[in-house]
């Protein structure tokens, strides 16, 4: 017995149709008009859209960061990802010095097994230069399903590395099929930047954003394009937040360079002004790369709209207020650096960008799941609705309107960034491999039924 999904209007990255879907064994083996039902379990989906389940690239689940661990882990943060119509997740596996790639890999497998609700995919963060450590990059890519690397050019002193480190890896990463991921913030001057403001007795959160300018972004994500041309490999910049990084990310690309740039719902709806809010609330905005001034928001969405960054990613990365954020009373720098958002990506870019005009269906189709299942090797079997494709399916009702906060949300943790925000548009059903994991608000999935996808190495994508 197969799963009919009836009356759609399906939405691929580059169409937009209305046929039945059917699912068996866990694929889409048939797209047509009255798909015969015989035999099938059937889904009226009349009135609603079916787009590809979303791809989100950027979590972090269960991770230390900041002197303490992230309040969502594989379980509580893929059931809240389904909820918001996400059915793969990529996970940063976080390699701390003194360990090897491999063992930081296995850790990362066991935090996930048998808690993940919706299927997931690995990068790993290389956090110290060594030659053992870089030797292993092309046994991850080649046995262990492992095709991106992240490095961090900011947080000195902790999983920062240097330029030599970036362009070892950045050539191995070129030679192996890889593909390099890097936190694009110059370091080095935001450490100059924060003990000047402590010095001066500056403690409050909004001094977290004030010391990490856009200019600091954009001198990094400049630096490490250059980097990557004289390496000749591919690069990708994870949560672009201003004009000056994303301007570099559109020069390189119009000279024909293979790089690649991601945004998070967060930079597009939340600004430099959340900082200021009373009380100690400004806190729940700290995150690295800052929130900017309101203006940068529109090249974003230009950015978006005109594909010059291809992704949206959420940059999940959960901390209570209470006990976690509050870690940095007395000083922002001990704040621990992060935002829930995996729950509320799709619908805050649907909203905000196609509800208010600023982008078609197919490009939020593009941007929530196509674009990062093809860069992240994961592609056709996740991001899109095909034959043969995996049947992980949202059924969106663009109709319904509802009110984002921490009172209704799925993840473990006691606040939302977007608390109050009112958008249209919300799944109505999430289907993982056919097999309907949300209904009508109800969690139907089993955590642990998420299998681990061994990524593809990369190749040159047209995204
Ligand atoms: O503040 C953030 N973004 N926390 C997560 C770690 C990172 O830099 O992506
Ligand atoms: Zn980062
Ligand atoms: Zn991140």
Redo the contacts with the bound molecule.
Sequence with gaps: MGTLIRGGTIVTASDVMTADVLIENGKITHIGERILSIGHEMIDATGCYLFPGGVDP???LDMPFGGTITADDFQTGTIAAAFGGTTTIVD?ALHQKGDTLANSLQTWHEKAEGKAAIDYSFHMMVGYMREAVMNEIPHLVEKEGIMSFKVFLAYKNNLQVDDETLFRVLQKAAKCGALVQV?AENGDVIDVLVKDALAKGKTEPKYHALTRPPEAEGEATARAIRLAEIAGAPLYI??VTCAQASDAISEARKRGLPIYGETCPQYLVCDVSDYERPGFEGAKYVMSPPLREKWHQEVLWNRLRNLELQVL?S???SFNFKGQKELGRNDFTKIPN?APTIENRMSILYHCGVNEGRIGLTKFVALTSTNAAKLFGLFPEKGTIAVGSDGDIVIWDPETEWTISSKTHHMNVDYNPFEGMKVKGKPKCVLLRGQVIVEHDRFTGKPGMGQFLRAKPFSQVDV
Aim: proline fraction near 0%.
């Design positions: 950027h979590t972090h940063f936190h994870v949560h990613g940059d999940q990365c992060g």
